[in-house]
């Protein structure tokens, strides 16, 4: 009889090993999808994770977009990653970075078509702020009422869509767009533009920011005593009440510091690659991020790594599906796996298998 034994403490060894071991599952299942579809599975496989790297008829524009699709995914995770170490759910990041992108537009278009310097700087305050305050709904509905934050912060993210779809249309609506919905395309307007910092590598202030974060992230958790609060909280959180930790501020700075950095994603984002708010301008960074968290193990340099890889799985995703006709659908459904093996071999990490009668006390 095979059973499970709980460990008396996590096992070291198998929290850095999930994460490999679950990529190399979800390549295996993954090719068993690919081929009930009718694709090689191993050329699939190679499609997605080797040819946008080192295929030289590819590779000249998919290296330059991994650090593009990178940025706001690692950006937003970092957010996440805090909250979730002290047991804050956020789920609504999608909506932060919704909001970010929207109230950061709207503050550069307030001023179109000033070419001050001061203009974009005023749209990266502007975008962090609007991802803050749509985190703080959660925050003081939980800290006034004890509301579940997963509800809530999800829900919102509907409200977002909605309020992204109404200005697309309405209030942010190009005046010189003929009617179609969607904003000036800030990449004409280069006071708004977030330009590539170096050509032809992808770098542009997103990527910085991102990269910044990590940094920060890793100081705070590791070095500073609001990183060491944060981290009782989750681990212990009767120890955190007693220490003096305010379970309330904990939450306000753990749903603050998601808001701002999704809502710069978002900024940057609209600002850089997608150019104008539109109504399909939220590409699913904001749930992608919770994936990229746990799989980098909620630790900075871990979510670096592995907001890499799954900006790898989107560009190679679509290579594929120029490539090989692979539906869209299997590409998520490819990505959602990583999430679904990292959970399940997770097991492992406070418990071991056990074989023969479980002892009766």
């Not at 759910?89 to 929207?102: D, H, P, R, S």
């Not at 502007?126 to 703080?136: F, H, Q, R």
């Not at 989750?234 to 700075?253: C, D, H, K, Q, T």
Request: glycine share 12%; charged share 10%; proline share 5%.
């Amino acid at each position: 009889m095979i059973r499970l034994e709980k460990r008396p403490q996590p096992s070291r060894g198998w929290t850095l090993a999930t994460p490999v071991l679950a990529v190399i599952a979800t390549m295996a299942a993954g090719g068993i999808l690919f081929a009930f579809l009718g694709a090689d599975p191993l050329v699939a496989i190679r499609t997605i994770f080797w040819d946008p790297l080192f295929n030289p008829q590819f590779a000249g524009f998919t290296r330059p977009q991994l650090l593009v699709k990178a940025g706001p995914l690692i950006l937003i995770a970092i957010g996440l990653s805090i909250g979730f170490r002290a047991g804050i759910w956020n789920i609504g990041a999608e909506g932060q970075y919704i909001m970010g992108a929207v109230c950061g537009a709207a503050a550069g278009l307030a001023v179109y078509p000033s070419d001050s310097a001061l203009v974009f700087p005023l749209m990266i305050l502007a975008g962090a702020l609007g991802g803050w305050a749509w985190a703080m709904i959660p925050a003081v509905l939980k800290v006034r009422f004890g509301t579940n934050e997963i509800l809530v912060s999800l829900m919102l993210v509907y409200v977002a869509e909605n309020i992204l779809a109404s200005v697309s249309s309405g209030l942010l609506r190009n005046p010189e767009g003929r009617g179609f919905p969607g904003s000036r395309n800030f990449r004409n307007w280069e006071a708004a533009h977030n330009a590539e910092l170096i050509p032809g590598t992808g770098m542009h202030w997103g990527v910085v920011a991102a990269f910044i974060a990590v940094i920060l992230a890793y100081v705070l958790m590791a070095r500073h005593i609001q990183g060491f609060n944060i981290r009782l909280t989750g681990e212990a959180p009767r120890a955190a009440r007693f220490a003096g930790v305010s379970p309330a501020r904990i939450v306000l700075v753990c749903l603050g510091t998601a808001g701002v950095l999704a809502g710069l994603a978002g900024l940057f984002e609209v600002t850089g690659p997608a150019g104008q708010i539109s109504i399909d301008f939220n590409s699913g960074y904001g749930f992608t991020a919770i994936i990229v968290a746990f799989l980098g193990r909620l630790h900075p340099v871990g979510i670096l790594l592995a907001g890499l890889l799954m900006a790898l799985t989107y560009i190679g995703g679509e290579l594929a599906q120029l490539m090989l006709g692979l539906p869209g659908a299997s590409i998520q459904l490819f990505q959602g796996m990583l999430l679904f093996f990292l959970l399940a071999m997770d097991v492992f990490t406070n418990y071991r298998l056990r074989l023969g009668r479980a002892e009766v006390a």
